[in-house]
């Protein structure tokens, strides 16, 4: 047992030691990559705050307050038609209980007149514009804007058709795949591997597995971004669990497990952008910017634009984990 002690000692602190060297200098074992762009905002279904979610007039609006990025939900209309849209039913946007995929793009109806905001419950936008629109018409107006779209289904069809317009428009670089399914990725970046993408649920617990076990530093990491809500928001805008016990659970572990600016920062400094959603409070922008993340998500980009000009950020801040 003592000679098992004699080796095995010398070789866990050397592990630990290495270990703790490449998770705070990792560009002495990888290359970082440059982003094509860099998210301090991010305009949640287009800015639903503001204006109805997910229409070009709240994409406008977004624009107006220099968002770095777009937040958008896709599905297929019956006559193959891919138009942005986070609900497959249409009944909460519009009082039609049928599905996109039964409805063709011209008969798709309008938004209701006021839509109530998914993470400010009370709160409720409106506007002008109630037309659903199609991801050709977002590309067609905004040639430039990075956009991240979610894929919540395994519609090969659906996802083939994004890909086939994101290379139509030669946006690939400024484009993100976004999915919770690990076999929906696959089949995103089967589609169009030269877009970049986001951590699955899948892979944001092999991650923390890797972060925790010590052994982060050490493997490459394929994302360029991971999308993750800010613990402390639930039980206050988001509601993952209809049981209060279930969430105020899920509050604190992942509070525990996330919220470590040490891992934020390795992330940052690897090249993957950090993005916590989805916050319309400034006590929360503050959270998430003094744990060192790249940006913000939110359904405000009018307040969190106002926070950013009065907070100027820094990228890739050095922070201690605390």
């Known amino acids: 047992m003592s000679s098992f002690l004699y080796y095995a000692l010398p070789a866990l602190g050397g592990y630990t030691l290495l270990s703790l060297l490449f998770l705070r200098w990792p560009r002495l074992l990888h290359v970082t990559r440059n982003p094509a762009f860099r998210c301090q905002l991010a305009a949640h279904r287009g800015g639903s705050g503001e204006r109805l979610e997910n229409t070009m007039e709240a994409l406008e609006n977004s624009m107006a307050q220099r968002s770095d990025l777009f937040e958008l939900d896709c599905q297929l209309t019956r006559d193959g038609q891919v138009v942005v849209s986070h609900d497959e039913n249409l009944f909460r946007q519009s009082g039609l209980n049928k599905n ?3 409805v063709d793009y011209e008969d798709l109806p309008l938004y209701r007149e006021e ?23 977002v590309f067609q107006r905004f040639p430039q804007t990075p956009v991240s779209l979610e894929v919540k289904v395994e519609d090969e069809k659906l996802i083939n058709k994004i890909a086939t317009l994101v290379k139509h428009f030669g946006r690939s670089e400024i484009t993100i795949w976004a999915a919770e399914k690990n076999s929906v990725m696959k089949k995103c970046h089967a589609a169009n591997p030269d877009m970049p993408t986001s951590f699955t649920v899948i892979r944001v617990i092999w991650l923390l597995l890797m972060y925790y076990g010590g052994l982060l530093p050490f493997f490459s990491i394929r994302e360029r971004f991971l999308l993750c809500f800010l613990p402390t928001i639930i039980n206050r805008t988001y509601f993952p669990s209809s049981c209060p016990a ?7 572990i992942s509070k525990r497990l996330i919220m ?3 891992l934020i920062r390795h992330l940052e400094e690897r090249g ?9 409070e400034e006590s929360d922008f503050e959270v998430a910017y003094r744990l060192g993340a790249t940006g913000v998500m939110t359904d405000y980009p009018t307040a969190l634009r106002c926070y950013l000009d009065n907070h100027p950020q820094q990228p890739n801040q050095s922070n201690s984990d605390g």
């Open 260 to 262: 470590r600016k040490s």
């Open 115 to 137: 839509l109530e905001v998914y993470f400010s419950p009370g709160q409720f936008a409106q506007g002008s514009d109630r037309k659903m629109i199609r991801l050709e018409d």
């Open 246 to 252: 279930v969430n105020r659970l899920l509050a604190a």
């Open 272 to 280: 993957i952008q950090v993005v916590f959603w989805c916050l319309n």
């Open 100 to 102: 996109i995929q039964d």
